[in-house]
T-cell receptor
Framework: EPEVTQTPSHQVTQMGQEVILRCVPI?????FYWYRQILGQKVEFLVS????????KSEIFDDQFSVERPDGSNFTLKIRSTKLEDSAMYFC????????????FGPGTRLTVL | ELKVEQNPLFLSMQEGKNYTIYCNYS?????LYWYRQDPGKSLESLFV?????AVKQEGRLMASLDTKARLSTLHITAAVHDLSATYFC?????????????FGKGTKLSVKP
């Protein structure tokens, strides 16, 4: 069964450093998303991406964040200058394929900012 | 702006008992989702409810949607330990088949022998 994959599974970085989180959505899906979950809290929407552009973003997704689909298969989230409060689990999701009404989540990348 | 409230946030059940998790949402949502999350894991899609009166069942879990009351329920029948997890409901923030999801805080379910 097709699934969303994410790399790395865990990323440790120093405050102020740039990180890139990578995702490979399910191949026939059209919509891509990033969500985050701070430990023990609810899942929060960051950004959605459709037709090679951002379709919606939350107030969390400020100028430090960017997304890209560089090659038709990967979907990346970049944080330019990480802050301590960026420490969270970041989930990629995809949806909008034929015959599906749901969003499928990847396994997540745990980002730790020191 | 869509807001989603779940209750209870914590639920400790004995095996074999029944219980219901409630999910209220503040504005019109085209669809309502239920996900399960095991500790340290990702979110597993359980149900997507697309219309008023929709009812879906999978094993010991049954979800329903009342769009007029802006309420969805997840009913657990004869709970077993394997159902221990956190359950999230989510609404779609705007119309269309793939709106971004707004999640409730989750209900942490613990099923004890």
């Amino acid at each position: 069964e097709p699934e969303v994959t994410q790399t790395p599974s865990h990323q440790v970085t120093q405050m102020g450093q740039e990180v890139i989180l990578r995702c490979v959505p399910i191949s026939n899906h059209l919509y891509f998303y990033w969500y985050r979950q701070i430990l023990g809290q609810k899942v929060e929407f960051l950004v959605s991406f459709y037709n090679n552009e951002i379709s919606e973003k939350s107030e969390i997704f400020d100028d430090q964040f960017s997304v890209e689909r560089p090659d038709g298969s990967n979907f990346t989230l970049k944080i330019r200058s990480t802050k301590l409060e960026d420490s969270a689990m970041y989930f990629c999701a995809s949806g909008g394929g034929a015959g599906t009404d749901t969003q499928y989540f990847g396994p997540g990348t745990r980002l730790t900012v020191l | 702006e869509l807001k989603v409230e779940q209750n209870p946030l914590f639920l400790s059940m004995q095996e074999g008992k029944n219980y219901t998790i409630y999910c209220n949402y503040s504005t019109t949502s085209d669809r309502l989702y239920w996900y399960r999350q095991d500790p340290g894991k990702s979110l597993e899609s359980l149900f997507v409810l697309l219309s008023n009166g929709a009812v879906k069942q999978e094993g010991r879990l049954m979800a329903s949607l009342d769009t007029k009351a802006r309420l969805s329920t997840l009913h657990i029948t004869a709970a077993v330990h394997d159902l221990s997890a956190t359950y999230f409901c989510a609404g779609a923030n705007y119309g269309g088949s793939q709106g971004n999801l707004i999640f409730g805080k989750g209900t942490k379910l613990s099923v004890k022998p």
